[in-house]
């Protein structure tokens, strides 16, 4: 993508390398433990600490006048917490005629023959985020350690399954988030982001569905996740891991991807021109469930052997999913809290993702916020050093967390910000009236989930 830079910083670069190098060690030395609650802080947490963003999903409940989240542009941005402003009102309620306006961009939805059964609709894009499911719950919920963040951030696969047919059934249809958005020339010969009028079927409501750190980190695999995505003999996506027992699984109904390829075959109209979802990558422990980083500590001849097998490997499952309607973007290197990191953090680290990630799935404009955290502490009211600096790698829309599918076109620079709702346990838990226009969490819950973090229903 963009320019990727071959130079980085070296010392910043072998800092992280040091840091990624650890994180893969850690599964087989006796800091093993401390390291592995470190990562799954980490991962798990993507939706965290953006409640600092648009308040606190706890906090935030009581102030949001709009819980069923009846897409209408005032609600959308005035529900939000206090740091974030209205003007983009307008843009989220884009004009019919500004479809013409935007200089030389691609046309929106349908790229080919204009299909009569698409209608305009420019109301609110729903945005809906998930972590990797969990294949086996016995496992998540074994009692150790990780229990409580698997409960809070996850969702089970079974859970996963309703979910989808509930979102189904009440008349969601899934769009690419790169038409959502897209760039134009401004009166004054300025390039900023503006909201697509998206032609979709009469009666569906436009949903971008995204799913964070699809990289089958070392500490999930026994926690009862599965282990890789994979390509099997019938040239499509698999899932692969093992059974509780320890067996090798090779199956189609355990990951959030195979899950939602099967779903949608079997309803297609489910999905705008067979669009899936986006899928956002971090790199320290490589991706899909393939070690493709370089680690800088073991840069042994097997290493690099392994890597660039590793890299073979991996090249025609992003190749499938790519065919099939998924699609990608960064969710940083090292999953880093960029609302504190440094400029010279967010540039090795941004670099490091370039090199490593975007080198393989090629390029994308879509940045998913580790943590849900804002570049440059948070306020979308500014444009700091970071933000500027990813807008000038291409990166053009930035997703946060937050209570509903809020979004800002930026009017100083040429990118949008946006909010997802998470599903995930805490809200199936907490949030069963703010998420019952996708579905009802009581329908949902797995009974496997430990009794003991409680229901507000
Ligand atoms: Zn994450």
Redesign the pocket.
């Known amino acids: 993508m963009r320019k990727i830079k071959q130079n980085t910083n070296q010392k910043a670069e072998h800092e992280i390398a040091q840091k990624s190098k650890q994180k893969a060690k850690m599964s087989r030395v006796i800091i093993s433990v401390a390291m592995v609650l470190l990562i799954t802080l980490?991962?798990i947490?993507?939706s965290k600490t953006k409640q600092t963003d648009g308040g606190a999903e706890s906090t935030a409940s009581s102030d949001v006048g709009n819980p069923e989240g009846v897409p209408s542009d005032a609600s959308d941005a005035s529900t939000k917490g206090p740091t974030l402003e209205t003007d983009d009102t307008s843009s989220q309620g884009t004009p019919p005629s500004n479809t013409s306006t935007g200089a030389t961009e691609p046309p929106e939805s349908p790229p080919e023959t204009p299909r009569a059964d698409l209608v305009p609709y420019d109301g609110i894009v729903e945005h809906l985020f998930f972590?990797e499911v969990i294949a086996y719950p016995q496992l998540a919920f074994d009692g150790d350690s990780g229990q409580q963040g698997y409960d809070e951030y996850m969702v089970t696969v079974g859970e996963y399954v309703k979910m989808l047919e509930s979102i189904y059934s009440k008349g969601y249809i899934l769009v690419n988030m790169n038409d959502v958005w897209s760039e134009h020339t401004t009166d004054s010969g300025a390039r900023r982001m503006k909201k697509n009028t998206l032609m979709i079927p009469e009666g569906k409501k436009p949903l971008i569905l995204s799913f964070?750190?699809i990289s089958f980190y070392e500490y999930m695999s026994k926690d009862g996740f599965m282990e890789k995505l994979i390509i099997g003999p019938d040239g499509e996506i698999w899932d692969s891991g093992f059974d509780p027992s320890g067996n090798p699984v090779v199956t189609q109904e355990m990951t959030v991807v195979t899950v939602l390829d099967k779903f949608v075959k079997e309803h297609p109209d489910f999905s705008l021109d067979g669009v899936k979802g986006c899928i956002?990558l971090?790199g320290y422990e490589g991706i899909l469930g393939y070690r493709t980083q370089f680690d800088s500590k073991n840069d042994t001849p097997e290493a690099r052997i392994n890597r660039t097998q590793e890299i073979a490997r991996v090249r025609p499952v992003i190749q499938k999913l790519k065919d099939t309607g998924w699609y990608f973007a960064t969710?940083s290197y090292g999953?880093i809290n960029l609302n504190k990191a440094s400029l010279n953090g967010v540039k090795t680290d941004a670099d490091r993702w370039l090199n490593e990630v975007g080198s393989l799935i090629g390029e994308t404009t879509l940045f998913i916020y580790?943590?849900g955290s804002r570049l440059d502490g948070g306020d979308v009211n500014k444009t700091g050093p970071s933000f500027q600096y990813y807008v000038e790698l291409g990166f053009r829309v930035f997703a946060s967390v937050g209570i509903e599918s809020y979004s800002k076109i930026k009017s100083d620079i040429n990118a949008v910000i946006c909010d997802r709702m998470h599903a995930d346990g805490g809200t199936l838990r907490r949030e069963r009236t703010r998420y019952m226009k996708f579905y009802d969490a009581i329908e949902v819950f797995d009974p496997m989930r430990p009794s003991v973090y409680g229901n507000k229903w």
């Open positions: 980490n991962v947490s993507c972590h964070d750190d956002a971090t969710h999953h580790p943590f």
